[in-house]
């Protein structure tokens, strides 16, 4: 953001990856300075307005979703501090009970102890967490380094934030079109509970599977889309990108939901901001490039990897659990996309 340009850098040398850069967490060097192979710690903060009905299952999400960091990073989350704004006149606390459970549930899957946190009366509700982590900086994976030739893996599949948009719509009645949108063309309950099941489902074993193979960069697919993150990962403009839309995985209904022009505004957004750089072959349509911006809430991984090892890692992670996971694309050098950074292919 143009407005963090303005702010001053840190200039402590155990401040290794602050804001100045686009990685998901802050890194903080610990111990001797004269150590090769130093811990870090790791630290990040996230939290959101509800984006599903329930508030158990709102809790699970965003806790699974501030996690996602420490793992994006290649790190071992330690302990997290709920943080919390509530509307405590309109809201009974049952409801904020509930947010609480479900997000110390995925604290306890994940092996995190939550310690404490903050809370303030909002006027709606807003849940989340501030994770601290650590990793040993051999082990430390950032957003950047992905080398021409190596192929592009992600780990769930995209379409939370069209179906969240949709779930949402489901509960307002006042409005016809959300109305005719809960009868004919909104998530089912079989789609519904694909999507929060990817939502709550942790990057740990990801992350952790991750660590047998060579990873040349990774980070998480959350707010800014598959396009958005991706584009991060080229850096400097080292490398460019290709992404296959019939590699890439989608959750069930997304597509029928993008398809009839059912996206949240970030997601419209993410798309207006990755046009600039795309090169567009025949054969994508305006609903593949939708899916491929649509902002998600607790994605999963996208892993640079050389090439021979793609399919062995996506492989593994299949066995561990996470059986949405393929090879969505490659990395290419700089000069192989004529438009921009970013080529899109059927």
């Known amino acids: ?19 100045d850069s686009s990685d998901d967490a802050a890194v903080f060097r610990l111990g001797a300075s004269d150590d090769p192979d130093p811990e870090t710690l ?141 009868k004919s063309s909104g998530p089912s309950e079989e789609e519904e509970r694909a999507a929060i099941a990817s939502m709550t489902r942790l990057n740990r074993s990801a992350a952790r599977t991750a660590d047998a193979f060579t990873i040349s960069a990774s980070t998480d697919v959350t707010g800014y889309g598959l396009l958005g993150h991706l584009k991060e990962m080229l850096g400097s403009g080292g490398v460019s990108a290709e992404v296959s839309v019939s590699a890439v995985p989608v959750l069930p209904g997304a597509r029928r939901l993008a398809a009839a022009g059912v996206a949240p505004d970030g997601s419209r957004r993410n798309l207006a901001a990755a046009r600039p750089v795309l090169e567009i072959a025949p054969g994508v349509s305006e609903t593949d490039l939708l899916l491929l911006a649509d902002a998600q809430t607790s994605g999963g991984l996208l892993f640079a990897v050389p090439a021979p090892f793609a399919f062995a890692l996506v492989a593994s992670l299949h066995a561990s659990g996470d059986a949405a996971a393929a090879v969505v694309g490659r990395f290419l050098p700089a000069t192989a996309v004529r438009a921009g950074n970013l080529r899109v292919v059927p």
């Open 42 to 182: 790791l630290a990040t903060t996230d939290f959101f307005t509800p984006v599903v009905d329930s508030p158990f299952d709102f809790g699970r999400i965003a806790a699974a979703n501030a996690l996602s960091d420490i793992y994006a990073m290649g790190g071992e989350a330690l302990f997290a501090l709920n943080l919390v704004g509530f509307p405590v006149k309109a809201l009974p606390l049952e409801v904020l009970g509930e947010i609480l459970r479900g997000g110390a549930e995925v604290a306890r899957d994940a092996g995190v102890p939550v310690l404490g946190g903050h809370s303030t009366d909002f006027d709606v509700p807003v849940y989340g967490m501030a994770v601290t982590g650590r990793v040993r900086l051999s082990r430390l994976r950032r957003n950047v380094g992905a080398r021409a030739g190596d192929a592009l893996v992600l780990t769930k599949a995209v379409g939370t934030g069209i179906l969240t948009s949709a779930l949402r719509a489901q509960v307002l009645r006042e409005s016809s079109f959300f109305s005719t949108l809960k």
């Open 1 to 19: 953001m143009k407005l963090l340009g303005a702010l001053p850098r840190a200039h402590d040398p155990r401040a290794l990856v602050g804001y």
